[in-house]
Structure formats: C-alpha cells, structure tokens
C-alpha cells in the first residue's frame, strides 16, 4: 500500500514548465514573473494592492513596521497558531498578548479580545486556523472601537471567503502564505495586501534592504530592510498555482465531506466545525479522546505511520514553548488553546486525494482507537 502524505502540492506540466522556460531565461531572482505575479493576485483579490515576499512571515513582519509597531507596544494575537505568528511581534520589539480560542471555531475568541486590550495595545493579529475565517465583523467592530490597526494572519486562508467576500478582498493589512503545504504554493513565499497604495515605497524598501533606486542609477537607503524578495522561479510556480486555487479548494470541500460522511463519530473524537461556505479547508484536524485511549498522541501517530498514513500536529501552543515560559507565560493560561494543542491531529488532505483515501483514513482511525480503548 502506498503512503498517504498529509499534505502534497499538485503542480501541473504547464507550470513546471513554464519554470524551466524561467531558469532559461537567465532571470532568475525578482523580475518580470513577480510583476505579473503580483499583477495576478491584485486581481484575484478585487483589484487591491498586492506585494509579493519570500514567505508569509516575512509579510506579517513588514505589516508590522508599516503600522509603526515597535517597542512598548502590545499586539493581541492567539496561541494557536504556527509559532511565526508570535515570533514576528518580539522582531519587531513589540509584545505579544494572546488571547485564549474559541473551542468551537478554534479561533481566538472574539469575546476575550476587549479585556486583553491596553493603552499600550497597538494591533491584532487574527488566524484563520485550518483556513476557517476570524468574524471579520465582529473583529473589524472591535477594531474600530478602540483604534487598533489589524493585520490578518490569513496564511491558511487562501481562496476562503466571509459574507461571501473573498478574504484579501477587503480588511486592513492581510498576509498570506504560499508555503509548499499551503493550499497554493510558490515553494516557500507570500504576500502581503496593502490597505493603502501610499504604502507600497516602504514595503519595498522593507523587502529589500531599504533600498531605495533612483533614475540617474543612485540609491538611498534611510530604513533597515530585510531581505524578503521573491523569485521569479517562485512567482512561475505561483502563477501556475492561482489559476487553480479555487478548483484546489473545491476538492478539498469534496474530500472534507466525505470524512464527515465516513467518520464514525462513537469513537468519541471531536471534528472540526462544519463549514462549507467560508473555509477553504486547509487542514482537517481531528481532536483525540485522549481519556478514553491507552495510547498516547504519539502512540496513535506511530500506529497510523505503520500503516502508512502521514498525520500532522497544528499546533502546539505557542505560550507553552520555552522561549514563551521565559517570558512569564505558563501551563494553564489558556486552557482551550491547551485542550486542542494536546489533543489535535492533522488528517491527510490534498486535492490529488481519491475518497477512498479518505475511506482508508477513517478505517485506519476506528481500528487504533478501538484497539486502544481504556
């Protein structure tokens, strides 16, 4: 039997192709397939301003500087996450705050933001974990309110929509990224969505070095960039990508119904809410009944490895890793953050899948947790 990956990018020969047409062409770093890269998303996106980068961290990063966020300054932002989501504000000098989850929607929890909030408080940074959208309105309102900048962690959230608005569309500051798990890929990459075109000479400049050209062949440099540029190898493999997203995310919606359709729900595990309006189902994530099992997380994992299904873990809590501790943050702050970082796993799901794997999947969870039953 085949292994079942958790996640795998689907690349067609047109783009692989066009790829090669890019490393022949002698231009190989940021050129003319970025423009047109950046070209396509602005499109995708409604027509909004778009910059590409070197990865998603590096957009939430410059989404920072662009609103000014440094130090003494709070940014509220959820344990749930990938740990960039956080590291990103301490770059910045900044500090972070989180906020415990929602349990039902595994996002941070709307209704805890205005008691985190300080004079210090600068911004938010909501995820959309698994690629199910943040209330935009009711984070937008709160926003408002107490004039904080937000800059969406949308990394998971490609193609996923709100109210029927696709997320990028509208907002304030929205990140993406196109990491090679991601539901669109440039390998590693992403972008960043500009809520103002008067902003698009700093994020430059904070993409590059700080660099600034001008037309006699001089240069200036009077902020300290990054090194966060695309490359037009990445922008290729991109482009092939956009077109294909929404038909990606559909499969994804086809293969998600089928798990709840072939999930038998008596072995206790806990499935992720049922969405099939704004998520783009970047991840199926299962909750173990971990009580009611003899094995642990990592026994089930292991078993589920011999029979060749890869399975993920999305996420352990951000505030219990040491850099965190460190920093006075510990075990029990944020319980429901806690309850899903112990018991998650990530099932396989990728556009190329057949149903059957996922028929393969369910029947390979019902024998382990059977066999493990307490």
Same mark, same amino acid.
Request: charged share 25%.
């Given at each position: 039997?085949?292994y ?12 692989i ?7 022949r ?8 397939k ?5 070209a ?6 409604g027509g ?17 500087q ?10 509220i ?12 504000i301490?770059?910045?000098g900044a500090?972070?705050v ?16 205005e ?5 210090n408080?600068?911004?938010?940074i ?5 690629? /199910? ?9 709160i *926003? @408002? +309110?107490? #004039? !904080?900048?937000?800059? =969406? ?16 569309s ?21 972008? /960043? ?9 700093? *994020? @430059? +400049?904070? #993409? !590059?070095?700080?660099? =600034? ?11 300290a ?11 290729r ?41 704004g998520?783009?189902w970047?991840?199926?994530?299962i ?24 399975v ?5 809590c ?35 899948m057949?149903?059957?794997?996922v ?11 059977e066999?493990?039953?307490?």
């Amino acid at each position: 039997m085949s292994y079942l990956p958790f996640t795998k990018p689907t690349l067609d020969e047109a783009t692989i192709q066009g790829v090669t047409e890019v490393l022949r062409s002698g231009w190989l770093s940021s050129g003319p397939k970025v423009k047109e890269f950046e070209a396509a998303l602005s499109e995708y996106f409604g027509g909004r301003t778009v910059r590409a980068f070197n990865s998603g961290t590096a957009t939430l990063e410059v989404a920072l500087q662009l609103c000014d966020i440094g130090p003494g300054d709070e940014v509220i932002t959820t344990p749930m996450s990938w740990v960039a989501t956080a590291n990103v504000i301490l770059h910045v000098g900044a500090k972070p705050v989180f906020v415990d989850i929602d349990p039902l929607t595994r996002n941070i929890d709307l209704d805890l933001i205005e008691a985190a909030i300080t004079p210090n408080t600068k911004a938010i940074i909501p995820v959309d974990l698994a690629g /199910l959208p943040v209330d935009r309105d009711r984070l937008y309102a709160i *926003a @408002e +309110k107490h #004039r !904080l900048r937000v800059i =969406e962690d949308a990394a998971q959230s490609m193609g996923a929509t709100w109210q029927g608005k696709k997320i990028g569309s509208f907002g304030d500051l929205i990140s993406f990224s196109f990491h090679a798990n991601k539901n669109m890929t440039t390998g590693e990459g992403g972008c /960043l969505v500009l809520s103002d075109a008067a902003q698009i000479p700093l *994020a @430059e +400049k904070l #993409r !590059l070095q700080g660099v =600034e050209r001008f037309p006699d062949g001089t240069m200036d440099v009077d902020v300290a960039g990054g090194k966060y540029n695309l490359t037009d190898i990445a922008a290729r493999i991109g482009l092939g990508q956009l077109k294909q997203v929404d038909a990606f995310n559909s499969r994804r919606r086809e293969l998600v119904k089928h798990y709840f359709a072939c999930f038998d729900r008596s072995m206790g595990c806990e499935l992720p809410q049922e969405d099939f309006a704004g998520s783009n189902w970047h991840m199926f994530q299962i909750l173990l009944p971990l009580d009611r099992m003899r094995i642990s997380r990592g026994e089930f994992i292991e078993q589920m490895k011999q029979r060749e299904i890869g399975v993920g873990v999305h996420y352990p809590c951000i505030h219990l890793f040491s850099l965190f501790r460190s920093m006075g943050f510990m075990k029990g702050d944020f319980p429901e953050a806690e309850k899903i970082g112990n018991e998650t796993v990530t099932l396989p799901l990728f556009p190329a899948m057949e149903l059957t794997d996922v028929e393969r999947v369910c029947t390979a969870i019902k024998e382990i947790i059977e066999a493990s039953r307490k």
